[in-house]
C-alpha cells in the first residue's frame, strides 16, 4: 500500500528565512504526489501536484516542491517564509479514489 | 461556482443520537470522499464514491454510512454517534485530467460527541 511520511509535526522559521518541510512516499507504482495547505478552521487548498511530467513542481504562494525518485522524496520549499504562510501542510499520494495523506507539519513563521 | 460546500458547520452531539453530515459540490465532479481529520493523524478516508449510484468502504468506515443522491451530493450518516466519532469531518471531489485525479476539500464540519 501507498504511504507518505512527514518528518517534523512542528518546523519554525523566521519571516523571510527558507521553508522546508519534508515528505517521503511509498509506493509500489510511480506515484502521483500532492502537497495541501490548511489554514486555520479552513478545509485543505491544493498547493502544487507531482505527475510525472517535470520533477520540479510548482505551486501557488512562492512554493515549489521536487521530486526525487532515489530518494523517494517530495519536499516542499519556498525561499523567503512570510508571515501568511504559517498554517499546516499536509503531503499526500494517490493511486485510483485511495489518496493517503501524511500527519501534517504545522509551520510557525516568527517575525 | 462555490466549490464543495458542506452543512453543518459545527454540531454537538450526545452518545447514541444520530445525525447526517452534508455535502454538494458544483464543479461537474464523478467521484467524491467523506474524510476525518484527527489531531497528529492527518485525514483518513471513510468512504468515498467513484461515481453516482456506487460507494466504498475506505480506510475507517465502521459507525458511518453514505448515501450518493445524486451526481452532486454525498451525505455522511452516523446512526449511534460515539464519543470516538468526535473530529473534524470532509467531504472533497475530484476531477481527472490526463489520468491525473485532483482533489478539491469543502471546509469542514467540526462534530463533538459528548
Known amino acids: 500500500a501507498q504511504s507518505v511520511t512527514q518528518l517534523g509535526s512542528h518546523v519554525s522559521v523566521s519571516e523571510g528565512a527558507l521553508v522546508l518541510l519534508r515528505c517521503n512516499y511509498s509506493?509500489?507504482?510511480?506515484?502521483?504526489l500532492f502537497w495541501y495547505v490548511q489554514y486555520p478552521n479552513q478545509g485543505l487548498q491544493l498547493l502544487l501536484k507531482?505527475?510525472?511530467?517535470?520533477?520540479l513542481v510548482k505551486g501557488i504562494n512562492g512554493f515549489e516542491a521536487e521530486f526525487k525518485k532515489s530518494e523517494t522524496s517530495f519536499h516542499l520549499t519556498k525561499p523567503s517564509a512570510h508571515m501568511s504562510d504559517a498554517a499546516e501542510y499536509f503531503c499526500?499520494?494517490?493511486?485510483?479514489?485511495?489518496?493517503?495523506f501524511g500527519a501534517g507539519t504545522r509551520l510557525t513563521v516568527k517575525p | 461556482n462555490a466549490g464543495v460546500t458542506q452543512t453543518p458547520k459545527f454540531q454537538v452531539l450526545k452518545t447514541g443520537q444520530s445525525m447526517t453530515l452534508q455535502c454538494a459540490q458544483d464543479?461537474?465532479?464523478?467521484?467524491m470522499y467523506w474524510y476525518r481529520q484527527d489531531p497528529g493523524m492527518g485525514l483518513r478516508l471513510i468512504y468515498y464514491s467513484a461515481s453516482e449510484g456506487t460507494t466504498d468502504k475506505g480506510e475507517v468506515p465502521n459507525g458511518y454510512n453514505v448515501s450518493r443522491l445524486n451526481k452532486r451530493e454525498f451525505s455522511l450518516r452516523l446512526e449511534s454517534a460515539a464519543p470516538s466519532q468526535t473530529s473534524v469531518y470532509f467531504c472533497?471531489?475530484?476531477?481527472?485530467?490526463?489520468?491525473?485525479?485532483?482533489?478539491?476539500f469543502g471546509p469542514g464540519t467540526r462534530l463533538l460527541v459528548l
Open positions: 507531482y505527475t510525472s511530467a517535470a520533477t
Open positions: 472533497a471531489s475530484s476531477e481527472i485530467l490526463a489520468f491525473i485525479e485532483t482533489q478539491y
Open positions: 509506493s509500489s507504482v510511480p506515484p502521483y
Open positions: 464543479m461537474n465532479h464523478n467521484s
Open positions: 499526500a499520494v494517490t493511486n485510483n479514489n485511495d489518496m493517503r
